[in-house]
């Protein structure tokens, strides 16, 4: 009770400046407590000295120094202010374009776990290409077509990262409106090209970009004539036609 | 019935003229004569300001050239605000907020710059408070000037220890005697935390002065 009634009284003397009066339970509990007569002295001896600091002049030259200080700065305010704002406008724009560009990629990654391996380049619609006769015997590849794969079973990575280039949106090719390429030449070229070469089923393996692969397998084409020479004549030239 | 026919014979004539001399010559009249354009009245603020605030502002950062500067700083930023100076506080309220503003960024680009001062060489490496030195000298000291000299410069290095949030509202109560109403204001803060603080400043100084009490 008496220590409460001490922090009442000391708050209450802190609060007040020198020399104004304080109340009358303060002036009576004064009168009975020495601990807080002591801290009152010595409270009223630390505002004395701290108010005795008084007022440092300012300098003679203040006024004059401030007027050149004014007119050096004349201006300038208004051209500081926008050119602020223009550079936090500008790197404003930098940081959202920045931004947008790490959250495209982002969102651009494959987030399946197995990535079927993929044909690196997409390829541009070919060109008609002039008709080139194919020699017999020859080893023709086929052309590169984005999806075709061979008859061997897509290779499959499991947690690895593609690269970049791979990573590259499926793109589709239309063929449609372009001309088939004509094997059958002219001028002196032989005719022949390889006719059991539709014997073979084709398989087309088709990748969406998350893992998902599909294969489609073409049915055997043969021709009436083609079934006709192999079933009836077993000596006739087999590749030949 | 007899008729008046000048002001003067109303009787209050004296006491009108004297409203508007003062109204003309209030802190809020010199601002907006300064916003017209009115150089005079500009000198008239700086005039009435300037031992003020570069006063307090040596108090706060205790370095007479810096005070200078950053007092000079303050009466610029009031000519260039003058157009959106609003009138809803006191200028002195209003001028000493920019000037405590100025004073504890400079305290605060000090302390990230970590000058070496004199007192520095004994300040704490850990951040900690810094401790007060130079503690008096037991023997008797012949001239009382010296002694209040010394004292006075005690109590300065010994203000200059403490935290800034401290140390502003001490200075504004007992070395400019403002009330705990401004002074709240100029801080932006409440009157208790503004009292809470100062009871805590004082604290802090009494154990730091304790030789001279």
Redesign the interface.
């Known amino acids: 009770m008496r220590k409460n009634n001490c922090e009442v009284v000391r708050?209450e003397l802190?609060?007040l400046?020198i020399g104004e009066a304080w109340s009358t339970a303060a002036t009576e509990h004064l009168r009975g407590c020495a601990s807080c007569r002591e801290f009152h002295e010595?409270?009223t001896?630390?505002?004395q000295?701290?108010?005795?600091?008084?007022?440092?002049?300012?300098?003679a030259d203040?006024?004059f120094?401030?007027r050149a200080?004014?007119a050096q700065?004349n201006g300038s305010?208004v051209y500081w202010t926008f050119a602020r704002r223009g550079l936090a406008v500008a790197a404003m724009v930098i940081v959202f374009a920045t931004g947008a560009l790490v959250v495209r990629n982002v969102l651009n990654q494959p987030t399946g776990v197995d990535q079927v391996a993929r044909q690196p380049e997409v390829p541009q619609p070919a060109k008609p290409e002039e008709p080139k006769p194919l020699l017999k015997g020859e080893n023709k590849q086929a052309p590169a077509v984005a999806g075709i794969v061979d008859d061997a079973p897509p290779v499959v990575r499991k947690n690895r990262r593609l690269p970049a280039e791979y990573r590259k949106p499926l793109t589709s090719v239309d063929f449609s409106s372009e001309r088939a390429e004509l094997i059958n030449g002219a001028g002196g070229v032989s005719r022949a090209f390889p006719i059991d070469a539709s014997l073979q089923a084709i398989r087309v393996s088709l990748d969406d970009g998350r893992g998902n692969a599909k294969t489609i397998s073409v049915p055997t084409i043969s021709f009436g004539s083609q079934r006709i020479v192999q079933s009836g004549n077993q000596f006739a030239p087999k590749r030949d036609w | 019935m007899n008729t008046l026919t000048t002001i003067d014979e109303l009787g209050f004539a004296p006491a009108l003229q004297q409203d508007v001399l003062e109204d003309t010559t209030s802190d809020h009249a010199l601002l907006e004569a300064t916003r017209s354009g009115d150089h005079d009245a500009f000198a008239e603020l700086v005039g009435r300001y300037r031992n003020q605030i570069t006063s307090y502002i040596y108090r706060m950062t205790n370095d007479y050239d810096g005070a200078v500067d950053l007092a000079q700083e303050t009466f610029v930023r009031v000519y260039r605000a003058a157009d959106r100076y609003q009138r809803s506080y006191a200028f002195s309220t209003y001028i000493y907020r920019i000037a405590t503003n100025l004073a504890i960024s400079e305290l605060r680009k000090r302390k990230r710059r970590k000058l070496v001062s004199l007192t520095g060489f004994f300040q704490p490496t850990d951040g900690g408070e810094a401790k007060e030195l130079n503690p008096p000298d037991g023997r008797p000291l012949q001239d009382l000037e010296l002694v209040d000299t010394e004292r006075r410069n005690a109590v300065q290095r010994a203000i200059g220890t403490l935290p800034e949030k401290y140390r502003a509202p001490l200075i504004l109560r007992d070395v400019d005697g403002r009330s705990y109403d401004e002074i709240a204001k100029i801080l932006e803060t409440s009157e208790g935390t503004v009292k809470s603080r100062i009871s805590r400043a004082r604290g802090f100084l009494r154990e730091k002065m304790r030789a001279y009490l």
């Open positions: 708050r802190d609060e400046m010595q409270q001896k630390l505002r000295i701290v108010g005795s600091l008084g007022t440092i002049e300012a300098p203040f006024d120094r401030l200080r004014l700065s305010p």
